[in-house]
């Protein structure tokens, strides 16, 4: 079993809507939770932190559940420029990546 | 700050040959680390420092060897480069917490390798 499952997507939604993603973890010894962003041809880069509690950064929230085992992101009011593959990452002890979610934003 | 670089940015081998791939971080970071990516595989890690002179095996170490003499550097080497090596492969470092696992990872550009 991998340990970090996401839906690939494609995702293609038009500006302004709302778009979520989900992604499942198996190791319950977890302690770090993150979401980065890949732009095409370029390297992953951090998004944002995952905390127990949930939080927000601008129009991008991150939920995690603990007892199911999985992470989200929301991002709300989508722009053009959203438009990139969404990595869920998971560190029990080292850092594990999803496959990654494609988002298009689409005019 | 540079961040995280590596060189080259493109490379072609043969099948057999050997060759390095450099990583080198300016934030003195303790842990760094090796990845590939491959479609439809995500990122997977191949091989991880928590520092200098400290090396460890990461999810796809085979065919992969690395060394970490100082903080700053940690080259990785493919010692009979393969077709199966084919991919990009990503360099990051982070800070790590108190029981050496890694924190917020800082990537390099990426390194794209073709073996023929």
């Known amino acids: 079993r991998k340990e970090v499952e996401q839906d690939p997507g494609p995702f293609n939604v038009p500006e302004g809507a709302t778009v979520a993603f989900n992604c499942t973890y198996s190791?319950?010894?977890?302690?770090?939770f993150f979401w980065y962003r890949q732009d095409c041809r370029k390297e992953p880069k951090l998004l944002m932190s995952?905390?127990?509690s949930g939080n927000e950064d601008g129009r991008f929230t991150a939920q995690l559940n603990r007892a199911s085992q999985y992470i989200s992101l929301l991002i709300r009011d989508s722009k053009l420029s959203d438009s990139a593959t969404y990595l869920c990452?998971?560190?029990?002890?080292?850092?594990?990546f999803g496959t990654g979610t494609r988002l298009t934003v689409i005019p | 700050n540079a961040g995280v670089t590596q060189t080259p940015k493109f490379q072609v081998l043969k099948t057999g040959q050997s060759m390095t791939l450099q990583c080198a971080q300016d934030m003195n970071h303790e842990y760094m680390s090796w990845y590939r990516q491959d479609p439809g595989m995500g990122l997977r890690l191949i091989h991880y420092s928590v520092g200098a002179g400290i090396t460890d095996q990461g999810e796809v170490p085979n065919g992969y060897n690395v060394s970490r003499s100082t903080t700053e550097d940690f080259p990785l080497r493919l010692l009979s480069a393969a077709p199966s090596q084919t991919s990009v492969y990503f360099c990051?470092?982070?800070?790590?917490?108190?029981?050496?696992?890694?924190?917020?990872?800082?990537f390099g550009p990426g390194t794209r390798l073709l073996v023929l």
């Open positions: 190791n319950s010894a977890s302690q770090s």
């Open positions: 995952v905390y127990s």
């Open positions: 990452v998971v560190n029990p002890n080292n850092l594990f």
């Open positions: 990051a470092s982070s800070y790590s917490d108190g029981g050496g696992n890694a924190e917020t990872q800082y």
